[in-house]
């Protein structure tokens, strides 16, 4: 998708009763769209989607002008405004930090920064639907989503999965993939290392879902299932829209993939920190580094700003000498780098080193650079993303030294939370609690919706029973141990 113009356009207002409080009101409301609307397909340069989003805006205001209890309950308004490009993402930069400073579940991957580079790459073929909710002019919630097409493996376990192409990096082969489907989805996909939730909700969690649900019920025939994936439990975010959806026709499943991500409280710095992990941690851990001093010449040295590039080629190069690049190499989940997913980390790192929140993290032995941590920050929390080792190296060395820098480098600049990356057994180790999150299906009201909900549910039911009536959750293990 080009990036087009930078405005943002307001897609749907919606207003209290008191907006069509007379049928007089409703008719210069009406005449005032038909008449705007003409003139801006006439003589505006956008495209015509573009004016119709404007004239609704601007048919609006007239008839405020010319209506007393309508400007009255424009106060009280609710609206919906959509970003499609890369160019009217950053016109909603401003909106997107303010609800994302407000809210009370959020995480460092919720930045516009990393959802920009994210459509950059990975965007083609796909249509972006990124919503800012406001109201009464205030900016209360953002709506990253992506539509996409695909065939799948439906209705079997797509745990992983967040668009049809991820089931290519979890070898699901051809003749599996018979159903086609439309999805809508937060920008997320197996590459990009993320299954954190990407609603940011400010204020009134009940009107955000809502507005959400009404913009896509009104698209309903142009899409099958939304997956919302990565919903906080502790935030209700799966309730309210789980409410949204029946108060609006639309069915969601009761149950879905839950699964636990990885936290740490670094208040109280280090010692605090190996307190809380207990004293067979911090033996443990005292170990493995003196393990790694006594190999040879050992080095830490991190890469922010202006070197974030050069830390991050070289973190390129370390991943080359592991399993994960191996040709040939079997995997649950092929989680290699890519010429794609190099430029995206290069495009994140170079975005959020402007604020120096990027930072890779090298460690050699003997002047060889053998194992390397890629973390980002936002606010007063630090986010480990990745982190490679040589294989060849693996019997001599660990990645504690690594460990131990981030850490270390994150209390001196007063972070208080390191957030770790996926769900493996390695993240689970440096954690001192566990967050849950909740993937909700809301499917369309529309034939094809439909079909795939009964499907859906049907197998999502047999699971369950397999399981012992439980949600199915997340592996202990997600390719990036």
Same mark, same amino acid.
């Given at each position: 998708?080009?990036?087009?113009?930078?405005?943002?356009?307001?897609?749907?207002?919606?207003?209290?009763?008191?907006?069509?409080?007379?049928?007089?009101?409703?008719?210069?409301?009406?005449?005032?769209?038909?008449?705007?609307?003409?003139?801006?397909?006439?003589?505006?340069?956008?495209?015509?989607?573009?004016?119709?989003?404007?004239?609704?805006?601007?048919?609006?205001?007239?008839?405020?002008?010319?209506?007393?209890?309508?400007?009255?309950?424009?106060?009280?308004?609710?609206?919906?405004?959509?970003?499609?490009?890369?160019?009217?993402?950053?016109?909603?930069?401003?909106?997107?930090?303010?609800?994302?400073?407000?809210?009370?579940?959020?995480?460092?991957?919720?930045?516009?920064?990393?959802?920009?580079?994210?459509?950059?790459?990975?965007?083609?073929?796909?249509?972006?639907?990124?919503?800012?909710?406001?109201?009464?002019?205030?900016?209360?919630?953002?709506?990253?989503?992506?539509?996409?097409?695909?065939?799948?493996?439906?209705?079997?376990?797509?745990?992983?999965?967040?668009?049809?192409?991820?089931?290519?990096?979890?070898?699901?082969?051809?003749?599996?993939?018979?159903?086609?489907?439309?999805?809508?989805?937060?920008?997320?996909?197996?590459?990009?290392?993320?299954?954190?939730?990407?609603?940011?909700?400010?204020?009134?969690?009940?009107?955000?879902?809502?507005?959400?649900?009404?913009?896509?019920?009104?698209?309903?025939?142009?899409?099958?299932?939304?997956?919302?994936?990565?919903?906080?439990?502790?935030?209700?975010?799966?309730?309210?829209?789980?409410?949204?959806?029946?108060?609006?026709?639309?069915?969601?499943?009761?149950?879905?993939?839950?699964?636990?991500?990885?936290?740490?409280?670094?208040?109280?710095?280090?010692?605090?920190?190996?307190?809380?992990?207990?004293?067979?941690?911090?033996?443990?851990?005292?170990?493995?580094?003196?393990?790694?001093?006594?190999?040879?010449?050992?080095?830490?040295?991190? =890469?922010?700003?202006?070197?974030?590039? !050069? &830390?991050?080629?070289?973190?390129?190069?370390?991943?080359? %000498? @592991?399993?994960? $690049? *191996?040709?040939?190499?079997?995997?649950?989940?092929?989680?290699?780098?890519?010429?794609?997913?190099?430029?995206?980390?290069?495009?994140?790192?170079?975005?959020?080193?402007?604020?120096?929140?990027?930072?890779?993290?090298?460690?050699?032995?003997?002047?060889?650079?053998?194992?390397?941590?890629?973390?980002?920050?936002?606010?007063?929390?630090?986010?480990?993303?990745?982190?490679?080792?040589?294989?060849?190296?693996?019997?001599?060395?660990?990645?504690?030294?690594?460990?131990?820098?981030?850490?270390?480098?994150?209390?001196?600049?007063?972070?208080?939370?390191?957030?770790?990356?996926?769900?493996?057994?390695?993240?689970?180790?440096?954690?001192?609690?566990?967050?849950?999150?909740?993937?909700? =299906?809301?499917?369309?009201?529309?034939? !094809? &919706?439909?079909?795939?909900?009964?499907?859906?549910?049907? %197998? @999502?039911?047999? $699971? *369950?029973?397999?399981?012992?009536?439980?949600?199915?959750?997340?592996?202990?293990?997600?390719?990036?141990?």
């Amino acid at each position: 998708m080009g990036e087009g113009s930078a405005r943002l356009f307001v897609h749907d207002t919606l207003q209290h009763s008191a907006l069509f409080a007379s049928a007089s009101t409703r008719r210069q409301w009406g005449a005032g769209i038909r008449s705007s609307f003409c003139s801006a397909l006439a003589g505006h340069p956008f495209r015509a989607s573009e004016a119709i989003h404007m004239t609704f805006s601007d048919a609006a205001s007239l008839a405020m002008a010319s209506s007393p209890a309508l400007a009255d309950s424009a106060a009280s308004s609710i609206t919906v405004g959509r970003f499609d490009s890369l160019a009217s993402l950053d016109a909603a930069a401003s909106s997107w930090d303010a609800v994302q400073d407000r809210c009370a579940h959020r995480h460092v991957l919720l930045d516009h920064r990393w959802v920009r580079a994210w459509w950059k790459n990975y965007g083609a073929g796909k249509e972006l639907h990124g919503l800012v909710i406001e109201k009464a002019g205030r900016p209360i919630g953002i709506m990253p989503a992506l539509r996409s097409r695909g065939w799948e493996a439906w209705p079997s376990r797509d745990g992983l999965v967040q668009l049809a192409e991820d089931q290519e990096k979890l070898g699901i082969p051809h003749w599996r993939r018979l159903v086609p489907i439309r999805r809508v989805t937060f920008p997320l996909n197996i590459p990009s290392h993320n299954a954190r939730s990407h609603a940011l909700i400010a204020d009134d969690p009940a009107t955000v879902c809502g507005a959400v649900l009404d913009y896509w019920k009104a698209r309903a025939r142009d899409w099958d299932v939304l997956v919302l994936e990565g919903l906080p439990a502790k935030s209700g975010q799966r309730e309210h829209f789980s409410a949204a959806a029946s108060a609006r026709g639309m069915r969601t499943l009761p149950y879905g993939r839950a699964r636990d991500m990885y936290t740490a409280d670094l208040t109280g710095g280090m010692d605090a920190y190996c307190a809380r992990r207990g004293a067979h941690f911090r033996k443990r851990f005292k170990g493995q580094i003196r393990a790694c001093e006594k190999a040879g010449a050992l080095e830490l040295r991190q =890469y922010r700003k202006d070197e974030i590039v !050069r &830390g991050l080629d070289i973190m390129f190069e370390i991943e080359q %000498a @592991t399993w994960k $690049a *191996r040709p040939g190499e079997k995997t649950a989940v092929d989680m290699s780098l890519d010429s794609t997913l190099k430029q995206f980390f290069t495009d994140v790192g170079r975005a959020f080193a402007e604020k120096d929140e990027a930072v890779v993290h090298v460690m050699s032995l003997d002047g060889r650079p053998v194992g390397a941590l890629f973390g980002l920050s936002r606010g007063t929390t630090i986010l480990s993303l990745v982190v490679y080792l040589r294989d060849d190296m693996r019997e001599v060395i660990n990645n504690a030294p690594l460990w131990d820098s981030l850490l270390r480098d994150a209390m001196a600049r007063g972070m208080t939370e390191l957030d770790t990356h996926g769900v493996s057994s390695h993240a689970r180790k440096w954690a001192t609690n566990a967050d849950s999150y909740q993937r909700l =299906y809301v499917f369309s009201p529309h034939l !094809r &919706g439909q079909a795939l909900w009964a499907s859906k549910s049907l %197998a @999502t039911m047999l $699971a *369950r029973r397999l399981a012992g009536g439980r949600d199915v959750t997340g592996s202990n293990t997600d390719g990036r141990d």
